[in-house]
């Protein structure tokens, strides 16, 4: 376990240098000059020598492999810079922001989790019947539906009594509040539920298949312990799998979210941050996100063993 | 003619009765025919031009002379629909299309010739695997400007990733199967094997993934449209249709409604007839 461990970390290394390099190079080859972004109004007003002593001291009249370098250098010690625009270093901006991200990820992944899985256990119990075409069907769907329009149709139908029912705010975050919490979790959610609900329907009907089903049941278990404890138990592996990835399409999906509920996360910083071109504030976020991914990745690699006793003991 | 793969040949049904005997293929089928045709006869199947405004009918809620309604300059948003379609098919097709070039490309290299070229590609394919789809694809256009090829561009550099890992798997099981130590002794070239005996053999599992892949990709460009960094030029795509459709949210449902519903058709087309051609 240990030793398996050590190599995934190994492997992690090179994968985020090479997440890291890509982000420089293309913030790099932004073709707007930075300095427009850090001066702002006066990047036109102020005499070219001190526009180029200003571009000095910030090291951006550098060669490419000096500036790559210190970046990385900084970055090993934890430092993002700071913002060309806001006052602030780029570091407290993510700390401030990553908390809301993390509730909206958190809800999201409950709404998706009981939904997505429960549907897919549900559909799996009988398969081909009726039960299962509608909630297999529904799940397609689910996934075809752009989250944005998601989003707005919910917001026509439960924030306003035009259309529907004014039962929830329309956008907006307030410390604690569970309503206004919903509706984003909600839009996040369901997209991932229609992606979890047919992996856990086809991990399901596999785990259906094998003999150790059969051992149970003459042992006298009855089928909702087989369920319970070997069914579900083998299909959690691809669930979790599918689930970690979703990471990804969660951070993404949190982008849009945010923008059209009006949360104040990381992805919210980062649409105006492109706007301005705010550099140090795009690569900070979207380091942190990829690097957040995989981290995510790799607690679900060690939970597998935790899970699968049959993972652990390889090798 | 190819050796194929034992037994995967006598099962396979005909082309003719996939569509007759799999609901999902026939109705992702025909969806899929309503929107090419849609895209293709715009010209002619639209009622108006679909930048024309009717400065009377601004915000014209769905009735006979508008079907879908208006926008608000009076634009026919069902023509504008129509138009769109172009968009978004052409994005998910050639988007698409390039992700699995690569992902046919990478597979193929890392299956075949395994060892450090097999480690350096899946390695390279972690790393884009690992960065989150829409984030990249936000910077890509922010940074590289929103052309059409550009976006293309970046939607197959962002999803070619697990294309080439199915493909991969497959030219690893068929790597030493009879056919190919056959045809390597009589010398046929590396190359030989890999474009004439491999490739179509290997290519099935990567084919049916490639519908999904193209509703991955409208979805995707539809996203960053309603982020306002997608395609606008010559007409708006779906996404920047319900982009603008934000501001006049409360008054007219329609706007939002139609053009959204119109991405979820089509991509529900392109996932239905991959299902049914994975799942029998």
């Not at chain 1, 922001?97 to 993390?102: A, C, E, K, M």
């Not at chain 2, 002619?44 to 208006?70: C, K, M, N, V, W």
């Not at chain 2, 098919?89 to 990478?106: M, N, Q």
């Amino acid at each position: 376990m240990s030793r398996y461990l050590g190599r995934r970390l190994l492997q992690f290394i090179p994968t985020a240098f090479g997440i890291l390099t890509v982000l420089f190079i293309l913030t790099y080859l932004m073709p707007s000059d930075p300095l427009r972004a850090v001066l702002g109004e006066q990047y036109r007003r102020l005499p070219p020598e001190v526009v180029e002593g200003i571009r000095e001291e910030l090291g951006l009249n550098q060669p490419f492999l000096s500036q790559y370098l210190g970046y990385v250098g900084r970055l090993l010690r934890f430092d993002l810079g700071r913002s060309y625009i806001l006052e602030q270093k780029v570091i407290d901006i993510i700390g401030y922001r990553l908390p809301h991200t993390f509730q909206l990820m958190l809800g999201g992944l409950l709404v998706g989790g009981v939904i997505g899985i429960g549907s897919g256990i549900a559909a799996s119990l009988r398969p081909g019947r009726w039960l299962d075409h509608l909630l297999t069907g529904l799940a397609l769907v689910g996934a075809s539906i752009p989250v944005f329009w998601l989003a707005l149709v919910l917001q026509l139908v439960l924030t306003q009594d035009k259309y529907g029912a004014a039962l929830f705010p329309v956008a907006g975050y307030e410390s604690g509040s569970i309503r206004h919490l919903a509706l984003p979790s909600l839009v996040l959610g369901l997209n991932l539920a229609s992606g979890l609900s047919r992996v856990s329907r086809a991990a399901m009907i596999e785990a259906r298949s094998r003999d150790y089903n059969l051992t149970a049941r003459m042992k006298g278990l009855r089928s909702r312990a087989i369920i319970q404890r070997h069914q579900l138990r083998n299909a959690l592996i691809p669930i979790l799998t599918v689930l970690s990835l979703d990471m990804g399409y969660l951070l993404g999906g949190s982008v849009v979210t945010e923008t059209i509920f009006n949360w104040p996360g990381l992805g919210r910083a980062l649409i105006p941050a492109i706007d301005r071109r705010d550099t140090p504030v795009i690569m900070g976020i979207l380091i942190f996100g990829a690097v957040l991914f995989m981290l995510i990745n790799l607690v679900v690699d060690v939970l597998y063993g935790i899970i699968d006793p049959r993972i652990r003991l390889e090798k | 003619m190819t050796p194929r793969v034992a037994g995967l040949a006598d099962s396979r049904p005909s082309r003719k009765r996939i569509f007759l005997t799999r609901p999902r293929v026939l109705v992702g089928g025909i969806l899929i025919a309503i929107w090419l045709c849609g895209a293709l006869l715009a010209d002619i199947l639209a009622p108006y031009p679909p930048l024309e405004p009717h400065y009377s009918h601004r915000l014209a809620p769905p009735d006979a002379q508008f079907l879908l309604g208006t926008d608000e300059l009076g634009r026919d948003l069902f023509s504008r629909i129509l138009y769109g379609s172009r968009i978004s098919l052409t994005v998910g097709v050639v988007a698409e299309g390039i992700a699995a070039s690569i992902g046919l490309c990478v597979g193929m290299l890392a299956g075949w010739f395994g060892g450090w070229i097999d480690d350096l590609l899946m390695r390279v394919a972690e790393v884009f695997f690992a960065i989150p789809a829409l984030m990249f694809l936000i910077v890509w256009v922010t940074i590289l400007e929103s052309t059409p090829l550009l976006i293309f561009v970046g939607l197959g550099l962002i999803s070619w990733a697990g294309l080439s890992r199915v493909m991969r798997a497959q030219v690893l099981a068929l790597k030493s199967m009879e056919f190919v130590i056959a045809a390597r002794s009589i010398g046929v070239s590396q190359w030989g094997i890999m474009y004439r005996h491999i490739l179509p053999n290997a290519i099935g599992p990567v084919l049916v993934l490639i519908p999904l892949g193209i509703g991955g990709a409208i979805l995707s460009e539809s996203i960053l449209s309603f982020l306002g960094l997608g395609i606008t030029i010559p007409y708006p795509s779906w996404g920047s249709l319900v982009d603008t459709s934000r501001n006049y949210f409360t008054t007219a449902w329609w706007y939002a409604v139609f053009p959204g519903a119109a991405i979820s058709l089509a991509v529900l087309g392109f996932s239905l007839l991959s299902e049914g051609l994975i799942n029998p």
